[in-house]
């Protein structure tokens, strides 16, 4: 049986153009976050949700440090947690993505 091992770095935000929000974000493919503080909407992109994470931080309407996107309903959820609060977990139906700060990088343990 394999075991996952996770390595955090620092991954500080850097400025980019404003034209695609998701440079703003650390990409985890085929994992979710379990977790309370979710606020959903459906048949957005991925880029739409970025860009609504990131307006809900701006604007200090809600803490959204993270959001989960099911690839195939189009769903999006808003996160007040991070991948440093909780453990990332495998699934297939959703991508999980994270606001700059500690990038934690999914590695095989020997």
Known sequence: ME?????????SLTPSDGDDPLAEF???????LPGAGKISFQQLSVSEC??????????????CSSF????????????DISCEDQKL????SRHFYQ?????VEIIECA
Request: glycine share 6%; proline share 4%.
């Open 3 to 11: 075991k996952k091992c996770l390595l955090y770095s620092d991954q």
């Open 26 to 32: 650390s990409p985890y493919i085929h994992y979710r």
């Open 50 to 63: 970025a860009h609504l994470c990131l307006q809900a931080a701006e604007g200090n309407m809600f803490n």
């Open 68 to 79: 989960e996107f099911m690839t195939a309903t189009s769903d999006c959820f808003l996160m």
């Open 89 to 92: 977990l495998p699934d297939k």
């Open 99 to 103: 606001l700059g700060g500690k990038f």
